[in-house]
């Protein structure tokens, strides 16, 4: 009898260990991230160097909200995928636009740009390879001012995240520059969470626009956020009963409980928000895994049109 109950807890112990390792070994050798596990997060390797974490409609109990967020994570020294920025004219969604190039595995959707009454007044700085798309047209006293205040920038062999406006973007070495707003975490440092700078206020007195409420609300919202490592792309759906979207500080402070990041930057969000993944079983029609909301449904069809992307390709 003693026996048999060894040889039980023994196969138990070894069971147990399996479990684990296979679990831990789902994560690239490399990876920075090691995600707390106080709520269920789904990891699912892509790729090779490409992992997805999900979280789907649960109940986050700080925000007193249902969550769904979805991230991407590319080591920034992958030798088989790499990060590029993808400029979208005409305008179409971003399952539309990813299909000019075979090699694209996955996108989000890019920054803010121009739109009804502002036609023509650029709110974003974007440069491509080298090649300058669009500068920042309003000034700091617009409506719009405030959406350029940090950008990502990056090459084949660095990638960072800073602050500035259309001058020092101009004088920034990188070739790829994507504008947005606000910054989240610099230095490592929650800035996100202090963006709003009078939180008890009536936000929704304000115009829709203004910053404040802007950032001060729960919307949909798209970002993108460097760790040691790792680059990410972040969603988080919203508007619907399963997914109530985050505020610039509520998505800060998220960021930081689960990922050892250095620096984020809020981009284009609301109805824009979008995430593709390129043949997932969770989509299997046109690759959206995420919920975006344009359409006040809970599916996958609810895309906008876009103006640009940051994807995901194979270095050919």
């Given at each position: ?67 769904t967020v979805h991230v991407l994570a590319l080591p920034k020294k992958s030798k088989s ?207 959206v895994i995420n919920y975006p909301s344009d359409n006040r449904k809970q599916d996958h ?16």
């Open positions: 009898m003693y026996r048999y109950q060894l040889k039980k807890q023994v196969l138990g112990l070894i069971c147990f260990s399996f479990a684990f390792v296979s679990c831990k070994s789902v994560l690239p050798k490399e990876s920075s991230i090691l995600l707390q596990h106080d709520m269920p997060w789904k990891q699912e390797r892509l790729a090779d160097d490409l992992m997805l974490y999900r979280l789907v409609g649960q109940y986050y109990e700080p925000y007193e909200a249902y969550q995928l790499q990060l590029e920025l993808l400029d979208i004219r005409p305008e179409d969604s971003l399952s539309q636009a990813v299909t000019v190039d075979p090699s694209i595995v996955a996108a989000i959707n890019g920054t803010y740009f121009e739109k009804g009454l502002t036609k023509g007044n650029s709110t974003a700085y974007l440069k491509i390879n080298q090649v300058l798309i669009d500068s920042v047209e309003v000034d700091k006293h617009h409506q719009f001012g405030w959406k350029h205040e940090g950008a990502l920038a990056f090459t084949k062999d660095q990638m960072r995240i800073l602050r500035g406006d259309n001058q020092i973007y101009a004088k920034a070495k990188e070739e790829n520059i994507m504008s947005g707003a606000p910054i989240l975490i610099e230095a490592g440092k929650p800035v996100g969470a202090y963006f709003v700078k009078t939180p008890h206020r009536d936000l929704a007195q304000l115009h829709y626009e203004n910053p404040e409420r802007h950032q001060g609300v729960r919307h949909p919202r798209t970002a993108v956020a460097l760790t040691e490592k790792e680059v990410l792309l972040i969603t988080v759906d919203g508007r619907s009963t399963r997914a109530e979207g985050m505020s610039a500080k509520e998505l800060t402070e998220f960021i930081q409980k689960y990922f050892p990041v250095q620096e984020a930057l809020n981009i284009d969000g609301g109805g824009s928000t979008t995430m593709w993944i390129s043949n997932h079983t969770a989509t299997p029609v046109h690759g069809f609810g895309q906008r049109q876009l103006r640009n992307a940051i994807v995901i390709k194979k270095i050919r």
